[in-house]
């Protein structure tokens, strides 16, 4: 996209036998043609510099975690930055350099260009049906074209001319077909038996002129000869649950004295030649796992919102790409045994009366809740106060001031001593003599707290806190029940 951003990767290798004064340098640029092998206009030079038009607008980054990979992110894109981008590396030993790079390069596509496009590679097992995409504008769906299919042994597809599929033609085609056409022009392969020639390519002819596709779809079959130095391993089982998500691992291990220039992790469904619930291109991957599956650690599988439909066994495929000379590299592709996914399901009465049980008890929580604040409210709740540290209510440590034994309600005075003795008390000069009675009512013979308490309702109080009127003028008596942690009291209120 114009004023958009790319990063393009470059990553290479060399033999770390080299002597350690050797020097590496990364520089890039724009080839004269279709190769990479004739540069004509720098980007970054053998010095790291960024040349001309690019100032400003190029970065370069080196993989923290790759001593052999290398970024460049270019903002601001015109289509005059491309359409290829080559990545090239020199070798500079005392005064001697070599320089190498990738034949092909990047191609930018830019949004409306009239070009076709194809995936690098696909993994191909021997006796499995295979669609190889071909994407191309939409301006030419019409009918009135003719789609050609191309194979060979180069990347490029304009060096590939075997023509093994004519729409024009199709009953010469056998063993192959078109998806849908004209609205999907991909090559379907019936049965892959594998052949010296692996790479495809797709044209698609029309009245405005012929389009082709750059570079061809390589299919990289797998080889049961590499099993002895390149294992997959799965677990045989796991189990989940409905709704959740689970990670099936795999892991691999490779016996070679060859560089590693990249891994690609694909997982497919039921069979090795299922269709996939992993594959690093998402339209490759089946529309029921597309957009819940990742790769988390080096091939693990990621599943989200597992689902009853996910109940099936699942095959890790890696893919090794390494280098196999100047410019050359080879391709390496097993499979692990499969792993079977149980997927558990909540019955739907179980679920039907968790649901049920837990709103049942959110509503009768909500409706205490709301008692308790009006009974509060109405003053009809009026709570004693003991020290947190006691077990047992002592009526003895009960102090003889109105008041003190409840939360901040004005209008309610509890107290251990009865009216008769508060108005005794009012006349009488001795001190002690009430308490002193209260006491020994308290502390009895079996040791039992029977003393009541006495708490009296100020009316006058109490309708300034709830204006309602009451019926009844002055003070009232009633009895009810306070309930300790070990104890039983009466209280006459």
């Known amino acids: 996209m114009e004023n958009g951003s ?80 080559c990545c090239e590396v020199t070798r500079t030993k005392d005064s001697s350099e070599y320089t190498w790079s990738d034949n092909y390069g990047t ?57 093994i599929y004519t729409s024009d033609e199709p009953h010469r085609s056998n063993g192959y077909s078109l998806i849908n056409f004209p609205t999907d022009v991909s090559l379907r392969i019936h049965r892959f038996v594998g052949s010296g020639f692996t790479q495809y390519c797709c044209q698609v002819t029309t009245i405005n002129g012929t389009l082709t596709s750059r ?81 988390t650690g080096s091939a693990d599988l990621h599943i989200q919102g597992v689902k009853k439909a996910d109940n099936a066994s699942y095959y890790c495929f890696v893919m090794i790409k390494r280098c196999a000379g100047p410019n050359q590299y080879l391709q390496t592709i097993s499979y692990g045994e499969g792993t079977r996914l149980i997927v558990k399901e909540i019955p739907a009465e179980s679920l039907k009366n968790l649901i049920i049980i837990s709103i049942s008890a959110s509503a009768i929580l909500i409706i205490l809740c709301v008692v308790l ?44 001593k009865s009216p008769e003795q508060e108005l005794a008390d009012d006349n009488d000069e001795v001190t002690g003599q009430g308490e002193m009675e209260s006491r020994r009512t308290v502390d009895g013979e079996d ?31 009633v009895y009810s029940t306070v309930l300790g942690p070990t104890s039983q009291y009466e209280v006459e209120i």
């Open 6 to 85: 790319i990063t393009i990767p470059c990553t290479y290798t060399y033999r770390e036998d080299l002597p350690t004064d050797t020097q590496y340098t990364v520089h890039w640029g724009k080839p004269e043609g279709q190769y990479c092998l004739n540069i004509k206009e720098e980007i970054i030079n053998s010095s790291g510099n960024v040349i001309g038009k690019y100032k400003g607008r190029l970065s370069k980054v080196q993989d923290p975690t790759k001593k052999h990979k290398e970024f460049i992110t270019i903002k601001g894109l015109k289509r005059l930055d491309g359409p290829i981008i």
């Open 107 to 163: 191609y930018l596509h830019f949004t409306g260009d009239q070009s076709i496009s194809q995936l690098d590679e696909l993994i191909a097992v021997p006796g499995e049906e295979i669609t190889i995409p071909c994407y191309y504008p939409q301006e030419t769906t019409q009918a009135d074209k003719t789609v050609t299919w191309y194979i060979g042994d180069k990347e490029l597809c304009a060096l590939n001319k075997d023509t």
């Open 215 to 295: 570079r061809a779809t390589e299919l990289v079959s797998v080889d049961s000869a590499a099993s002895s130095q390149f294992i997959v391993n799965q677990p045989n089982n796991i189990i989940a649950d409905t709704e959740g998500s689970v990670t099936l691992n795999c892991s691999y291990s490779y016996n070679s004295d060859r560089d590693v220039l990249w891994v690609n992790i694909y997982w497919r469904i039921n069979s090795t030649h299922g269709s996939y619930a992993y594959h690093p291109y998402q339209e490759m991957v089946h529309p029921s796992y597309r957009g819940r599956t990742n790769i």
């Open 373 to 416: 604040i009006v009974l509060k409210a109405t003053g009809i709740i009026c709570k004693k106060k003991r020290r947190p540290s006691d077990l047992k209510v002592n009526m003895n440590d009960l102090p003889d001031k109105d008041g003190e034994m409840c939360e901040e309600m004005p209008y309610c005075e509890i107290s251990i």
């Open 447 to 477: 040791g039992e707290d029977e003393s009541p308490l006495y708490a009296k309702l100020n009316k006058t109080k109490l309708e300034q806190k709830n204006p309602t009127p009451h019926p009844v003028q002055g003070e009232e008596i």
